[in-house]
């Protein structure tokens, strides 16, 4: 399914290249990075993902960690890096939630800069528009929550890394009805599993898309799978228990997967990323 979806034949490679690989910067006074896959076929339209970090760390730093533009050729996607704006001390973060992070109350408007950079590599890139997704870890995966409240038209899913939701999720101007996807870890001490530090729970996180997608009130278990490596290598263990709400309204899928024993970092194995991409596309 994934190749089929995210990948460009071989042939079209070969025949047609429309685009080379590029990195393009964008976002004015605010820059981030446009990187495009090796070659798209004519006519051909990808994905785009826009990346955001945690709070403290960059997207550079974070993207070296996650792998996430060393797949882009393979899965055939163009990919948004960007930066949250410095607090006082220096550290990056979103204005995701009153939660996470703008502790200094600086009110800088990320969602709509955001926006604006999936907007603008739409006009540098085949972009298909109907397959943009944002993938966040920490306060990153905070700020995945936000997009889909404040531009849902944008984007077609998200996925949250050990982020959470609105703790009032009235604050949540206009949720769209989109594919979400909620990992966790369930030794993280920073955003725990079960909710504290003023953070609901993964689960209420992700059950509110559930509930917005008219979805089965009921979670539904697909069984384990492997996400994670240890010691620098996959272990092949499937540590991962996978749930989703079913028969949500359209083609709405709405999902939580709970890495048993990892904590806020998760080191994921080499196929997470079209796991994930499988699952919100």
């Known amino acids: 399914m994934l190749r089929r979806i995210f990948c460009v034949s071989s042939l079209l490679l070969l025949l047609s290249p429309a ?16 990187l495009t896959p090796a070659s798209v076929g004519s006519g051909s339209k990808i994905p785009l993902i826009l990346f955001l970090h945690g709070y403290t760390t960059n997207a550079q730093q974070m993207d070296s960690i996650f ?11 163009a990919l948004i890096l960007a930066d949250g704006t410095k607090n006082s001390q220096g550290y990056r973060f979103w204005n995701a939630t009153p939660e996470c992070c703008d502790f200094e109350n600086t009110g800088v408007d990320d969602a709509g800069y955001l926006a604006g950079l ?28 936000r997009m889909a409240c404040d531009y849902p038209e944008l984007i077609r899913g998200i996925v949250s890394i050990s982020g ?15 594919n979400v996807l909620q990992i ?24 509110f898309w ?14 384990a799978i492997d996400l994670v490596r240890s010691s620098g290598s996959t272990t092949g263990l499937k540590e991962t228990d996978s749930f989703i709400w079913k028969n949500c309204k359209g083609s709405t899928k709405v999902g ?26």
């Open 118 to 145: 999936i907007v603008e590599a739409q006009k540098l890139a085949p972009i298909d528009v109907s397959r943009v997704y944002v993938i966040g870890h920490s306060n990153g995966g905070f700020m995945s929550y």
């Open 67 to 77: 792998g996430i533009s060393k797949q882009r050729d393979a899965l055939g996607f």
């Open 256 to 281: 939580l997967w709970k890495i048993n024993g990892t904590g806020h970092l998760p080191y994921f194995n080499s196929t997470w990323l079209a796991d994930s991409l499988d699952f919100v596309q």
């Open 19 to 34: 685009l080379r690989a590029k990195t393009v910067t964008i976002g004015g006074e605010r820059p981030a990075t446009l």
């Open 184 to 207: 966790h870890g369930t030794a993280d001490t920073t955003i725990p599993f079960e909710g504290g530090n003023g953070t609901p729970s993964a689960q209420a996180s992700v059950g």
């Open 210 to 223: 559930a509930n917005n997608g008219s979805c089965e009130a009921a979670v539904s278990t697909l069984g």
């Open 164 to 178: 959470a939701f609105f703790a009032d999720s009235l604050l949540c101007k206009k949720p769209g009805v989109l």
